[in-house]
């Protein structure tokens, strides 16, 4: 059975996230599909999965709402569900970038048939006059970009400001930003629009849209999603742009430190996760084996004084 994901936002005003929030998880329960929906004042957010019939009954009732009548959802295909549970969030927003910003005033859609030729007819301008920003974290651009962007070595985007300093000088450059699906680089356009930036523009419908029109052109590598498959394929033979944080061989394979202290998302081939016993480091192999070795000694020690009371 094949299971279609989708992914899609909406800035919007919603006067009570609460009271939204409750009876979508109500109808997304009833519907029986998975995923996860931030709800906000602003909007929403959100990426869910389920059988063709289920999304399509999804969809239709989402547009119904006028507020949601012209959503634009990005939908892929997987042989298996990405999510465990169906969740729904109220937040303060539904992209975090605790600065007050006016989306009204947001940077101008670029299509990705656009943003293409960009590529073909502008591409020694690109880095000079055309700057190709990216509003995602380092961790996504560490395994997949548009070539010759600028990435920003941001965890997480409540520290995209940081990317002005990147920027200084280059107010009166043509902008284009991009990101997953659009929802970040949305925000990012407005707010570097009233930061002072002139000629800002935004990828419309973000990398997955781009990557459904014209595949095996200007990205390398994969793109990071916030699902279990955690890698998505854009292209239809992706290169390996990443390198694996252990042995440094190229490398796009993520994972989690097993050592639950750190747990920190680390690229790691497959050879040296084996090898590291699923650790990031030698420092967290260790820690990992100490601690182990202390559950080890501890179950034993309970043991003794269940079999000394028997």
């Not at 996860?36 to 602003?42: D, G, I, Q, R, T």
């Not at 997987?78 to 549970?85: I, K, Q, V």
């Amino acid at each position: 059975m094949k299971i279609h994901v989708l992914l899609f936002y909406k800035y919007v005003n919603i006067k009570n996230p609460e009271a939204f929030a409750s009876s979508h998880l109500e109808f997304c329960k009833k519907l029986g599909i998975l995923g996860k929906v931030l709800v906000a004042k602003e909007g929403i957010n959100g990426s869910i999965s389920g059988t063709k019939t289920q999304v399509t009954k999804y969809k239709s009732q989402l547009k119904k709402d006028k507020r949601f009548k012209e959503i634009v959802f990005k939908e892929d295909i997987e042989l298996m569900h990405p999510f465990t549970r169906m969740a729904v969030r109220v937040k303060e927003e539904i992209v975090a970038l605790k600065q007050k910003v006016n989306l009204k005033n947001k940077g101008i859609y670029i299509s990705p048939k656009k943003f293409l030729e960009v590529y073909k007819k502008e591409k020694d301008k690109i880095g000079k006059d055309i700057i190709i920003l990216d509003a995602r974290n380092n961790y996504e651009s560490r395994v997949g970009k548009f070539k010759n962007s600028l990435t920003p070595n941001i965890s997480t985007f409540r520290e995209f400001p940081k990317a002005l300093k990147l920027l200084k000088g280059k107010e009166d450059k043509k902008i284009i930003t991009y990101c997953t699906g659009g929802i970040r680089c949305e925000k990012a356009s407005a707010f570097l629009k009233q930061s002072g930036f002139k000629k800002v523009y935004q990828l419309e419908g973000g990398i997955v849209s781009f990557a459904k029109k014209f595949p095996d052109t200007v990205w390398e590598g994969k793109c990071f999603v916030f699902d279990k498959r955690m890698l998505s394929s854009v292209n239809t033979k992706d290169s390996k742009i990443g390198n694996c944080e252990v042995c440094f061989l190229p490398c796009n394979l993520y994972r989690n430190c097993k050592n639950f202290s750190c747990d920190k998302l680390t690229l790691i081939c497959l050879n040296c996760e084996k090898r590291m016993n699923g650790c990031c480091s030698s420092k967290c192999l260790n820690e990992f084996r100490e601690g182990c070795m202390k559950k080890a000694l501890f179950m034993q020690n309970k043991s003794r004084k269940i079999e000394t009371i028997c």
